[in-house]
């Protein structure tokens, strides 16, 4: 693979095939540019458990906890889909304030709408400050949600490696940490961020809302393809195995590993642990047959040859955004590298 720019291929197509999409339905219900606005479909909104809903149809999966401080939202999705995004916020949650962004990782379709999904919410400060919320002043209030995520996360949009544009400033997090965990009490339950040092890129973080009992793990973990990994940004298999591993410890199913603790994926469908056990057999078994072919000195021409992924090709190589052949090679890149620092600080508040 040629090193990406700031924004990896499969997202960059991702995007494409999302505007393509919303270019032909435009075409099919004969709007037309000069009259109507870019058409904006509506996104779908599915109760999971507790206080967590998820939202989908902004890019990535989008995770929003609401309770009696406010609204905390985890990702925002694509830039184009962020006044979409704000209104299923709102339909959600009336008008809570939203106090909180939390970023999964730096990708555009987890990141996009942080500028204008921030510029919507109002924090919690200490002090003699006072904002509008709704149409009241309120005592102890600032204009613009915190925005919570590794500090990587910030190097990325700030300064991206390949040297593309950054993030605007706005859209930045505003609230970074480096150790390997966060902790944050909102809504009356604990939220755990995990941070896996090195899976989809190297600023994953798994946030576990521990009273609702639902995780969103960002693109460590999608239904709809193989796992990303963004080389480029930091990836890797080994990564992408631990994570997947440190889901399923923090899991706890209901009965025959059936149930129990929601795990929402980056993208596709709500999960449990036994989603995520099948997955994780599935990332090991491709890694250990790529490591394999390559110790004997394999091509990564020979690897895709060989076809390490062949039986679950149907299920998952039917992403175009993020094909079977990406993936192999993203195996290939990475599987000689470490899964990351191991843990030193886990445990630590703030
Ligand atoms: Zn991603």
Redesign the pocket.
């Known amino acids: 693979m040629t090193p990406a720019p700031r924004v ?1 291929a ?2 960059v197509i991702l995007a494409l095939v999302a505007t393509a999409i919303a270019s032909s339905v435009a075409t099919t219900v004969g709007l037309t540019a000069q009259s109507a606005p870019p058409a904006t479909p509506a996104l779908d909104t599915l109760p999971v458990h507790g206080q967590v809903s998820l939202i989908t149809g902004a890019g ?1 999966n989008v995770a929003v906890q609401v309770g009696p401080q406010g609204v905390l939202v985890v990702d925002t999705g694509l830039e184009a889909r962020a006044d979409a995004l704000i209104g299923a916020i709102r339909r959600l949650a009336g008008d809570r304030p939203i106090r909180y962004i939390v970023n ?4 555009a ?2 990141t996009g709408g942080n500028l204008k999904v921030a510029a919507a919410g109002t924090q919690l400060v200490a002090g003699n400050f006072a904002a509008q919320v709704g149409d009241r002043a309120v005592q102890g209030a600032a204009p613009g949600a915190f925005i919570v995520a590794h500090e990587n996360v910030l190097n990325a949009l700030s300064a991206p490696k390949g040297g593309g544009a950054p993030a605007p400033f706005g859209g930045w997090p505003t609230d970074t940490f480096f150790q390997d965990e966060r902790t944050m009490y909102f809504n009356g339950e604990g939220i755990q961020l995990v941070h896996e040092p090195s899976a ?2 190297d600023g994953d973080v798994l946030v576990f809302f521990r009273g609702s009992d639902v995780i969103a793990a ?2 460590t973990y999608v239904t709809d393809g193989f796992p ?1 990994i ?1 080389v480029a940004a930091g990836g890797s298999i080994a990564g992408v195995v631990e994570s997947l591993n440190r889901l399923i410890d923090l899991a706890i199913s209901e009965q025959f590993t059936e149930g129990g603790t929601r795990i929402l994926p ?1 993208h596709g469908r709500v999960s449990d642990e036994f989603d995520v056990v099948e997955y994780r057999d599935m990332a090991t078994i491709v890694r250990d047959r790529v490591r394999a072919l390559r110790q004997k000195g394999s091509t990564l021409a020979q690897v895709l040859a060989a076809r390490p992924a062949f039986e679950y090709e149907p299920r998952y190589g039917t992403n175009r955004a993020w094909t079977t052949e990406q993936f192999v090679g993203a195996v290939y890149a990475s599987v000689n590298q470490p899964a990351g620092t191991v843990s030193t600080t886990r445990g630590g508040n703030r």
């Open positions: 990896p499969f997202v990535g999964t990782h730096a990708h379709d987890h989809h890129t960002g693109d990303g963004d980056g």
